[in-house]
């Protein structure tokens, strides 16, 4: 049990993270609904692990890793959001104003990455409030 009790916050690694550009690459849009579609199927993992009363001695190292990759995910947003923007800048089918759209996707995207960041703060807290109580969480 100690590997479970003596937890840190997981720093990402970009080993595994493959760039490539458009040109002979695989299509970035592609890439990241990849991505995306295994961090949904990751989450529904967790879900299920949850409902076994034994996963509860993992709760501390679990929210650390939520913890991080809810920043990650803010920061994702954030420049998700600033590609949006871009693009909305200059738009490739030019047959009408987007200049409304453009700032109601700025201010939801916005929004949603400082829910993620609020949220990886709230899972510190919670892990944070833990503490006193972690030996016994652990406890086999």
Sequence with gaps: MTALTEFR???PSHNHVRSHGTAG???PAHELYEHAAGLLTTAQALEVATRAPGAVAAVAATLACWEASLAALAGATERLRGHALERLTDPVLANENLRADRADVALHMERLAGVLEQSSLACARARDSLEP???????I
């Design 133 to 139: 109580v972690l030996n016994e969480l652990t406890a």
């Design 9 to 11: 916050v997981p720093t």
């Design 25 to 27: 690459g695989r299509d």
